[in-house]
Nanobody
Framework: QVLLVESGGGLVRAGDSLRLSCAAS????????MGWFRQAPGKEREFVAA????????VYPDSVKGRFTISRDNAKNTNYLQMNSLKPEDTAVYYC??????????????????WGQGTQVTVSS
């Protein structure tokens, strides 16, 4: 059983920053790619960021590029999503995900094997 637990969400104002954490645990847990997705009310879940274990390569959609940064600490089995210059449209439930695959379209959620329960981020204007 692999468990992903997100933390760090909350209510902030536009322009503020938040850092989300995703702690992974479980027997023989190993992932090649860690990702973040988000889902706003009434909208489909969308890709936010991904990081590849082998070389720390990162991928972001244009909507968050330059504002969000994904990083990881392998020793702690934890990855982080630093979110700066937050906007009201960033309001959503943020989900951490892990994939055992290495090379795939990282925005495609079907490739992810494990998911966290989500953490709410609310940005007021």
């Amino acid at each position: 059983q692999v468990l992903l637990v997100e933390s760090g969400g909350g209510l902030v104002r536009a322009g503020d920053s938040l850092r989300l954490s995703c702690a992974a645990s479980g027997r023989s847990f190993s992932s090649n790619v860690m990702g973040w997705f988000r889902q706003a009310p009434g909208k489909e879940r969308e890709f936010v960021a991904a990081i590849r274990r082998s070389d720390d390569a990162t991928v972001y959609p244009d909507s968050v590029k330059g504002r969000f940064t994904i990083s990881r600490d392998n020793a702690k089995n934890t990855n982080y999503l630093q979110m700066n210059s937050l906007k009201p449209e960033d309001t959503a439930v943020y989900y951490c995900a892990a994939s055992r695959a290495l090379y795939f379209t990282y925005a495609n959620e079907q490739w992810y094997d494990y998911w966290g329960q989500g953490t709410q981020v609310t940005v007021s204007s």
